[in-house]
């Protein structure tokens, strides 16, 4: 049978990080072994499932590069499938009608809290009762746990797992207004999307055993189960808002680019030698669920954060450019064809020093401005009347210089021989003022991508002229 996996999620807010490891593995774990991967959207929680939250899930998964090989299921519109399959149980015996009202089941938790032991239902008294001499309410279909022994449950990542059959009770399967509860919904669309590997996180053991007595009741074959420990932060704890951003579509924000993400998430918990930067098509040759450990990983922004560099630099120039002009636009930075040429020239060099495409934008502004440009602090520190000086001098020697970069490299250079001062006295003050700032690529690959003309305009206005 071929390999089909799922990623599961419910759509009541963003896809948090460890959901899109969660669906990178899947992904992954399908491609290696030629299956397909799949989407169901669990939004049976009418109350708090929202459409914005699917299309947030689905865009989240898009821009990672995991969209689903068939189109998303939505469990909400199978809801008559899971309540024939409840009915189904209930013929054949596996389940039965309880007409316990809130009352009383709320005296049966009371007294197990009273007795210091854990609740569980014992629904024996609705056992074989007519439905013509039940209370006059309506039921929930309730299925029987097995009697005596355990349930084992081989898992591909944390081994052999058990429980005893006398910790499961008879959970309900359908409510009395005849929706589905949460876990035999799950079952009945992994089996009818026949689902071969469940992958998903260990917060969701417990609910396997369970499951397993709707397959198991009902004669369907289970699906392989891999249970992958949960991404904590730097502290041990859960992952949350106060570690850093922890929204698949916030790290996009934040400008970290979608394949440097799903790098650093294959390697959170799973491991495979000294290989760190791999690429999608190594990441599917490699990845298997032997590689997962079981101990919960630790997310560390400053690793993914210089994981992200590296991919950055190796990143197509007109692609990062585009990101780049999109960005300043949502900042409200004007421009026109001039501006983006100049942008795109220096990807090159701007690329070599950022470590997001955050900070490539920062560095980027000063390219699309058109005449003199804001200084920062250092800058304008920079520009003493010495230097303004130097710019004047600067401007009259540039005046004639043939302007391609290696010509403007060795006419600064001549300058500074000429002038028989260091080239930094030349370069720095140059920097200030053509960019604004004394970080920026090269003087000479800035001098050209600017032209001659705004180039001139920069200088002359840095200089007081």
């Excluded at 942008?343 to 020093?353: I, N």
């Amino acid at each position: 049978m071929s390999v089909r996996t799922r990623f599961a999620p419910s759509p009541t807010g963003y896809l948090h990080i460890g959901g899109a490891r969660t669906a990178l593995f899947n992904y992954l774990f399908a491609r290696r072994h030629g299956g397909q991967y799949l989407l169901r959207i669990e939004d049976t929680d009418k109350q708090r499932s929202t459409q914005e939250a699917v299309d947030q899930i689905v865009a989240s998964l898009a821009w990672l590069g995991l969209s689903p090989d068939e189109a998303p299921v939505f469990q909400s519109k199978r809801e008559a499938r899971h309540a024939e399959v409840a009915r189904e149980l209930l013929a054949k015996g596996s389940a039965y009608l309880a007409y316990d009202t809130q009352e009383e089941l709320a005296a049966m938790r009371a007294e197990a809290e009273a007795a210091k032991r854990p609740f569980k239902y014992d629904g024996s008294r609705w056992i074989g009762v007519d439905p013509a001499n039940a209370p006059a309410i309506a039921p929930v279909i309730r299925i029987k746990a097995p009697a005596g022994g355990e349930m084992v449950v081989p898992d591909l990542v944390q081994g052999e797992v058990r429980v005893a059959h006398a910790e499961l009770d008879d959970m309900i399967i359908l409510r009395s207004d005849g929706t589905p509860t949460y876990l035999h919904a799950v079952v009945v669309d992994d089996h009818d999307m026949k689902i071969t590997h469940v992958i998903r996180g260990d917060d969701h053991l417990t609910n396997t055993f369970r499951q397993c007595m709707v397959y198991d009741a009902m004669g369907w074959h289970r699906p392989k189960f891999a249970h992958i420990p949960l991404i904590h932060g730097a502290d041990g704890a859960k992952l949350s808002k106060r570690h850093g951003a922890v929204g698949a579509l916030e790290f996009r924000e934040q400008g970290f680019l979608p394949e440097a993400v799903c790098n650093y998430l294959m390697r959170l918990g799973w491991g495979h030698g000294d290989e760190e930067v791999i690429p999608r098509e190594r990441a599917i040759q490699l990845f298997d669920l032997d590689g997962v450990g079981r101990a919960a990983s630790r997310m560390d922004y400053a690793k993914l954060t210089h994981l992200n560099g590296v991919y950055l630099r190796a990143a197509d120039d007109a692609r990062l450019a585009g990101e780049v002009l999109h960005r300043l636009t949502k900042r409200g930075v004007l421009f026109g064809t001039d501006g983006a040429r100049r942008v795109e020239m220096l990807m090159p060099a701007l690329k070599e020093r950022a470590k997001t495409i955050e900070e490539l934008t920062s560095s980027a502004a000063f390219a699309v401005n058109e005449g003199p440009v804001p200084l920062d602090a250092k800058a304008a520190a920079a520009l003493t009347p010495e230097a303004k000086e130097r710019l004047k001098d600067l401007a009259i020697f540039l005046q004639d210089a043939p302007w391609e970069r290696a010509d403007l490299e060795n006419w600064l250079r001549d300058y500074a021989e000429v002038k028989q001062v260091k080239l930094g006295t030349v370069a720095q003050p140059l920097r200030a003022a053509l960019t604004g700032s004394l970080q920026s690529p090269p003087i000479d690959a800035v001098l050209f991508a600017l032209g001659r003309q705004e180039a001139m305009d920069r200088i002359l206005a840095a200089s007081g002229e």
